[in-house]
């Protein structure tokens, strides 16, 4: 008899071993509470929320908002759980922890395939699929065997990001496109200061408010990584001699070099998305947002990833897995939740769905199941796959990250409408193919 192994029962864990077990396959579910806790896990039940209570927008014109109308169309146990345990939280659909963890054990626990075995494992267990769900705060046991399976490179503890902007929210008539000393063409995206501009930004970052550090990441080391308000701190002219020096780039409007300069780098392969290059920073998502939007060209930018840094354990998917969250090298292996580069409760969950949905499709003997990239779950499982990905980070769902459909609507918000109602008719399509699965 076939059984599906799934390591760690937090969101993604959880929600994959639903969707094999309502098909009627045995799944053994490892999880190490309550004999051991990761450092920001403290509940014994399942799927615990380790930080905020809110998962995010509930409306279609957002992204995160369509994911989950999504994964709610292909009968998802953590939207159900989330649907039926929310709170008053405006446009956001935000839940009752303790609620929303004790539906998902109970649920979990009362199916009478899955099996529930406690304890810390630091390997793969027997079994004819496996699915490894351990979370960004994965047991040392365990990363240690990851590392050895995937390679030193290609697993990573820390997570150190610039701030990602779409490109459309870029005020072009401020910013220009070039290269330093004109090399590679008009590769990145120029905002140029002069010296008043630079005061206002410089005196801003000085005096932003830092986000709360962990206390288990406080001894974590930035490997020559130096968050930009700790360059500021250093001195007022520090930057300009870092990521913000003006060095082989003249602004062609006005001729003349300017004092400093902040540059924006491709992120994308369709060029929607920048990010903004030596930005990484500790400073709070709002500060991010009033002080990062003083630069010259950013006054209206829309932030669709705050920078980070905080220990995140994750691999380096695009070399490593394919668009159904399975291990390239070896089809008996999965990796699903935060560990494959997807951030953010729900895009935890997306990949939980889609590597128990493969999983299930691999013992049924049935096709495998890619969700198309103008969907937001084929546009998450895409991007953590993409092999011309280079420097791989860790990303919330976004409309960025779509291959949008072609709907020739020039308003933002009409336009994500449009696109969210095309999307939403795919995924009915698929559901109606995989939703009488069953063994
Ligand atoms: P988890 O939900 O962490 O589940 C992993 C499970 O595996 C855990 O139950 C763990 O005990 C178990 N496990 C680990 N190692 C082993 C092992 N060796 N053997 C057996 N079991 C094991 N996202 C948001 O959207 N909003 C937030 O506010 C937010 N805050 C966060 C705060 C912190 C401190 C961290 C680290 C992350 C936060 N995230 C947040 C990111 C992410 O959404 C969550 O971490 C999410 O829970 C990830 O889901 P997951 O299923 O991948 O992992």
Redesign the pocket.
């Known amino acids: 008899k076939a059984t599906v192994n799934v390591?760690?029962?937090?969101?993604?864990?959880c929600e994959a071993a639903y969707q094999l077990a309502k098909r009627g396959i045995s799944v053994r579910l490892?999880?190490?509470?309550p004999q051991?806790?990761?450092p920001?896990?403290h509940s014994e039940n399942?799927?615990?929320?380790?930080?905020?209570n809110?998962?995010?927008s509930d409306q279609l014109e957002n992204a995160v908002g369509l994911l989950k109308e999504e994964l709610r169309t292909m009968d998802s146990l953590v939207m159900k759980a989330a649907d039926s345990t929310r709170v008053p939280a405006g446009g956001a659909l935000a839940v009752d922890r303790e609620g929303f963890a004790e539906y998902i054990t109970k649920s979990i626990r009362a199916m009478d395939n899955i099996e529930i075995i406690h304890?810390?494992?630091?390997g793969i267990p027997e079994g004819d699929i496996a699915i490894v769900?351990?979370?960004?705060?994965?047991?040392e046991?365990?990363s240690g065997f990851i590392r050895e399976m995937v390679g030193e490179d290609y697993l990573h503890f820390f997570d150190a990001a610039a701030p990602i902007v779409t490109c459309e929210s870029i005020n072009m008539e401020k910013a220009f496109r070039a290269a330093r000393y004109g090399r590679g063409s008009d590769d990145y995206i120029n905002c140029p200061m002069d010296r008043e501009e630079y005061e206002v930004f410089y005196n801003a970052l000085a005096g932003a408010e830092l986000a709360e550090v962990?206390d288990f990441e406080k001894k974590m080391v930035f490997e020559g990584c130096m968050p930009i308000e700790s360059m500021a701190q250093r001195g007022k002219d520090t930057m300009r001699f870092g990521p913000l020096k003006p060095v082989g780039l003249m602004d062609a409007r006005t001729n003349q070099k300017p004092y400093a300069v902040v540059q924006l780098r491709q992120d994308n392969k369709n060029g929607t998305l920048y990010n903004i290059v030596g930005f990484q920073t500790h400073l709070k998502w709002p500060e991010q947002k009033r002080v990062f939007s003083l630069i010259p060209g950013l006054e209206n930018a829309e932030f669709v990833r705050f920078g980070v840094m905080?220990?995140?354990t994750y691999i380096n998917s695009p070399k490593l897995l394919d668009n159904t969250y399975k291990l390239r090298k070896n089809p008996s292996i999965y990796f699903?939740?935060?560990?494959t580069g997807v951030?953010?409760?729900?895009?935890?969950?997306s990949s939980?769905f889609v590597a128990g949905l493969n999983a299930a499709a691999g013992i049924l003997g049935k096709d495998r199941v890619v969700f198309p990239a103008n969907t937001a779950i084929g546009a998450l499982s895409n991007y953590i796959s993409d092999a011309s990905v280079k420097n791989f980070q860790p990303m919330n769902v976004n409309f960025g990250l779509f291959n949008n459909f072609d709907t020739g609507i020039r308003d933002k918000r009409k336009r994500n409408a449009e696109n969210a109602v095309r999307s939403l008719a795919l995924i009915s399509e698929i559901n109606e193919t995989v939703k009488n699965w069953i063994k």
């Not at 490892?30 to 509470?33: C, L």
């Not at 769900?133 to 047991?139: D, M, N, R």
């Open positions: 390591i760690g029962a937090g969101l993604a864990g490892y999880e190490m509470k051991k806790y990761s920001a896990h399942f799927a615990e929320l380790v930080c905020s809110s998962l995010r304890g810390e494992q630091t769900a351990t979370g960004p705060l994965t047991s046991g365990m962990k905080h220990r995140n699903a939740g935060q560990i951030e953010g409760y729900i895009e935890s969950t939980g």
